[in-house]
C-alpha cells in the first residue's frame, strides 16, 4: 500500500512538471492580427495588442513616410501576410525585450519554423540591426544570407541594391517604368552609387528596377560608352 501511495505521488509530481513545461512554452502564444510591413506585425499578446518588429532581419520598405516603395518590399510584406495573418505564432525575446519604439523584438515562430529565417531564405530580408545583447542567432542568419546571396534570389538578384545601411534608393520613375521616347533601343545604361557604369538587357534579373539614364541598342554600343553587365549576367 505505501509503495502504491508513493507512485501514485511520484505520478502527480512528474504531471505537475509537464503542467509547469507546457506553461512555459506556451507563455509567449500570440495571434496575429495584422502585417504593418514584411519584418513588422500586430499581435494579440498577453491579453493586449504588442506590436513586434523581427529580431535582426530587414526588409524593403513599403509604408515608409518618407521613402518610395523599394524592390521586394510588396513581395516580403505579401509573404508575411500569407504565411502569418491570422495564425497562431510562438515570440522568443531576447535579452532586450523592446526598441526605443516601445515594440516587443522578437524571434517569431510558427509551427516548427523560425520566420525571420524563412525570410532570409527567400531573399525577402537582408540581416541587419545587430545590436548586443540581441544577437542569438546571428552567425545562424549570417549563414542562411550568404546562402541566398550566392543563390542570387529575392533582393540579391539586383546588383548592389543592399548595401551596409539599408537598400539602394530607387526614386519613383525606376521601377517597372520606361522612358518613352527610347524608341527601339531597350539596353538600360545605369550608374550606381558607387560610380559604377553597368548597362541592364531586358534578361536583366534587375531590369524592371534599373533607373535607365542611358538607353543603348545593343551591347557593343554600350561596352563602348563604358559600361559592363552585371555580375550575375557575366
Not at 26 to 52: P, Q, S
Amino acid at each position: 500500500m505505501k509503495q502504491k501511495i508513493i507512485l501514485f505521488c511520484t505520478f502527480l509530481l512528474v504531471l505537475n512538471i509537464l503542467a509547469s513545461c507546457s506553461t512555459n512554452n506556451d507563455g509567449n502564444l500570440a495571434v496575429v492580427t495584422k502585417v504593418v510591413d514584411g519584418d513588422t506585425i500586430d499581435v494579440t499578446f498577453d491579453n493586449k495588442e504588442e506590436r513586434v518588429r523581427l529580431l535582426l532581419v530587414d526588409t524593403p520598405e513599403t509604408k515608409h513616410p518618407t521613402k518610395p516603395v523599394q524592390p521586394f518590399g510588396p513581395e516580403a510584406y505579401q509573404f508575411t501576410k500569407q504565411t502569418l495573418e491570422g495564425k497562431k505564432v510562438r515570440l522568443e525575446l531576447d535579452v532586450s525585450e523592446r526598441d526605443k519604439y516601445g515594440r516587443l523584438l522578437a524571434y517569431v515562430w510558427i509551427d516548427d519554423k523560425m520566420f525571420n529565417e524563412m525570410l532570409l531564405e527567400k531573399g525577402l530580408a537582408r540581416v541587419a540591426y545587430v545590436f548586443a545583447p540581441n544577437t542569438k542567432y546571428v552567425d545562424r542568419f549570417y549563414e542562411i544570407q550568404k546562402k541566398a546571396q550566392k543563390e542570387g534570389v529575392g533582393i540579391w538578384s539586383i546588383e548592389n541594391y543592399v548595401q551596409e545601411d539599408g537598400f539602394q534608393s530607387f526614386n519613383e520613375n525606376s521601377v517597372n517604368t520606361k522612358d518613352e521616347n527610347n524608341g527601339d533601343c531597350l539596353i538600360k545604361g545605369n550608374i550606381n552609387s558607387k560610380g559604377e557604369k553597368i548597362y541592364h538587357t531586358i534578361d536583366s534579373p534587375s531590369y524592371e528596377q534599373t533607373k535607365a539614364e542611358r538607353w543603348f541598342c545593343t551591347e557593343e554600343e554600350a561596352k563602348a560608352a563604358g559600361f559592363r553587365p552585371p555580375k550575375n549576367m557575366r
